[in-house]
């Protein structure tokens, strides 16, 4: 940033200080009205968001114990062998802004909850145990896919209202004071300028006064 305390002591640059003053605090009023509705937003999505982390933390609360008792009856060996081969997940993005936050946005996804069937486990080859835990597992990977959007939106909002706060901080504690600082320098070196040149055109006056007058 420009040192601003060395403008010079003339009209135009007062002018010029005035209109970059004004502009900072029409900048200001905007970066207001968007972090305003910036936390609008995040207020909006917050409890949404609060209400599945609740259900989630619910849902893990009973998917390790699943995994616990599935290692119990097949061992670590027999789960691992229970999880082959690897499964991809295939997830549908889509670039959006919100309030001008850019977010990658989860459009669907395939589903994740499976039968035996589809896990390609043999009927009698895998135990209650292990089955309960692939259960309890699929349906909190679904629930992590439906809060990926609202918690990758909170924290985007979140990290945007901090910005736009240091923002405002630095136009109205830094910006805005030197502004005003210079132009009250700047006025009172024009307001000498003039009572020196009044001093001048007065002395200037009573010389002429005087020679004439004699």
């Known amino acids: 940033m420009r040192d601003i305390r060395r403008a010079a002591g003339t009209r135009q640059a007062l002018l010029r200080e005035r209109r970059r003053l004004d502009r900072v605090s029409r900048g200001v009023s905007l970066l207001r009205r968007k972090r305003e509705a910036l936390v609008a ?106 809060a990926a959007n609202r918690e990758t939106l909170l924290r985007r909002l979140g990290d945007a209202v901090a910005r736009t706060s240091r923002q405002v901080n630095t136009l109205e504690r830094r910006v805005s004071p030197d502004l005003t600082s210079t132009i009250v320098r700047i006025r009172r070196a024009l307001d000498e300028r003039e009572r020196e040149e009044h001093l001048r055109l007065a002395r200037l006056l009573g010389k002429h006064a005087r020679t004439h007058g004699a």
């Open 41 to 146: 937003e995040l207020f909006r999505i917050a409890r949404p968001a609060a209400d599945l982390r609740t259900a989630i933390d619910a849902r893990a609360r009973r998917a390790y114990p699943a995994l616990h008792a599935a290692l119990t009856d097949e061992g670590i060996s027999g789960v691992r062998a229970l999880g082959w081969p690897e499964r991809r997940l295939a997830v549908e993005l889509r670039a959006n802004q919100v309030w001008g936050v850019a977010v990658a946005e989860i459009l669907r996804h395939a589903a994740v909850r499976r039968n035996a069937a589809e896990r390609g486990m043999p009927p009698g080859a895998t135990g209650a145990a292990a089955l309960q835990a692939a259960d309890e597992f699929e349906d909190l990977a679904e629930l992590l896919l439906e």
